[in-house]
């Protein structure tokens, strides 16, 4: 088992920056990112394999945010520009012993979740 916690989520105005960060009890090989918003589905954001070799994003998010992993600590963080009010929503920390691409189905590790609310 892998328990993950985030930090760093709150109230940022559009334009804005926040960084949003998640520690992981132990290292594994994928960590990153998906966000729900309610009445949508959960929805990828960012993820990024043990040495960043692999890192992907989201369509919506690319240009603006960016993952970046630190393995001594086991964490990954989210830096996060530009900010827009549809980029309000509760971001989970997501970890998979394998690369799993963008399908949350395929991590078996979750958060609890922090809030990231983008006023216009």
């Known amino acids: 088992q892998v328990q993950l916690v985030e930090s760093g989520g709150g109230l940022v105005q ?3 920056s926040l ?4 520690v992981a009890s132990r290292s ?3 960590m990153g990112w998906f966000r729900l918003t309610p009445g949508k589905e959960r929805e990828f954001v960012a993820m990024s394999s043990w040495n960043g ?3 992907a994003y989201a369509e919506s998010v690319k240009g603006r945010f960016t993952i970046s992993r630190d393995n001594a600590k086991n ?4 830096q996060m520009s ?3 009010p ?3 929503a509760v971001y989970y920390c997501a970890a998979a012993e394998a690369w799993t691409g963008p399908s949350d189905l395929g991590y078996p590790y979750w958060g609890q979740g ?3 609310t983008v006023s216009s």
Request: with cysteine.
């Open 14 to 16: 559009a334009g804005g």
């Open 19 to 22: 960084r949003v960060s998640c």
């Open 28 to 30: 594994t090989y994928a």
């Open 53 to 55: 070799g692999s890192i």
């Open 75 to 78: 964490t990954v963080s989210l």
């Open 82 to 84: 530009s900010l827009k």
């Open 86 to 88: 549809e980029d309000t």
């Open 114 to 116: 922090t809030q990231v």
